[in-house]
């Protein structure tokens, strides 16, 4: 794993252009993914499936930068499975509010699944798969 970068911190719109200039490795299948822009988990809807872009901490932009719990929250995330490349399927929606939001993460190696605050959900990005 060493030199694998694993998460972005900072600007949403810096993972699409890093992404673009320096390519890495990836899971078969991920490289269509890269073409296609990423969106937050939290608009994703019932059933729809993507692949993992990463995760960024949604206060990474503000003035105050980012504070330790939501570093922690980050590593989390990453610690439970939603890291680069990983398949996801968001299975189900909380009620009222669509909090919290079900998500099947991983693929041949395991899967698990996770009720995610809509706060964690909005750390994750994803490029979403062509719904057919």
Do not use: K, Y
């Amino acid at each position: 794993m060493s030199g694998q970068v694993l998460a972005r911190f900072g600007d949403p719109a810096s993972l699409d252009a890093d992404m673009a200039v320096a390519p890495r490795e990836r899971h078969a299948g991920a490289s269509q993914a890269d073409a296609r822009a990423t969106v937050q988990l939290t608009t994703l809807a019932r059933n729809a499936t993507g692949t993992v872009a990463g995760v960024r901490l949604a206060s990474a932009g503000s003035a105050t930068g980012s504070s330790a719990d939501d570093e922690r929250m980050a590593l989390r995330l990453m610690e439970i499975g939603f890291v680069q490349g990983a398949q996801l399927r968001v299975i189900a929606f909380g009620q009222p509010g669509d909090d919290p939001i079900g998500v099947r993460v991983g693929g041949r190696g395991g899967v698990s699944t996770f009720a995610l605050r809509r706060l964690e959900a909005s750390c994750v990005w994803v490029w979403p798969d062509a719904q057919s």
